[in-house]
């Protein structure tokens, strides 16, 4: 059982950064692909950025991309994700995923462990 806790969710106004971490109560981080996805009031869970388990692979949602960058630090079992030029589109409860598979996964059906989630809001 892996256990993820998120972090680092706030308000911030628009054009602002944040940045979102994701720690796992495992030893070691590796093996698993990670996922961001959020959920905004009213609407379903969507895709944010995917790592595969090397951080060598990153897939983005093309609402993000160019914006958010996904990356992780096995060592110290976390995931990252930086996201610059918020917009108050993106306000919503980040959630990260983990699933042990050398894959990359960008479906939530494909996870296995996810957290609690952290709020971020951006005020215009």
């Known amino acids: 059982q892996v256990q993820l806790v998120e972090s680092g969710g706030g308000l911030v106004q628009a054009g602002g950064s944040l940045r979102l971490s994701c720690a796992a109560s495992?030893?070691?981080?590796?093996?698993?692909?990670v996922g961001w996805f959020r959920q905004a009031p009213g609407k379903e869970r969507e895709f944010v950025a995917a790592?595969?388990?090397?951080?060598?692979?990153?897939y983005y949602a093309d609402s993000v991309k160019g914006r958010f960058t996904i990356s992780r630090d096995n060592v110290k079992g976390s995931v990252y994700l930086q996201m610059n030029s918020l917009k108050p589109e993106d306000t919503a409860i980040y959630y990260c995923?983990?699933?042990?598979?050398?894959?990359?996964?960008?479906?939530?059906?494909?996870?296995?462990?996810w957290g609690q989630g952290t709020q971020v809001t951006v005020s215009s």
């Open positions: 790592i595969n388990w090397t951080g060598r692979t990153t």
């Open positions: 995923a983990a699933v042990y598979t050398t894959d990359i996964v960008w479906t939530a059906t494909g996870y296995t462990y």
């Open positions: 495992t030893n070691s981080f590796r093996g698993y692909a």
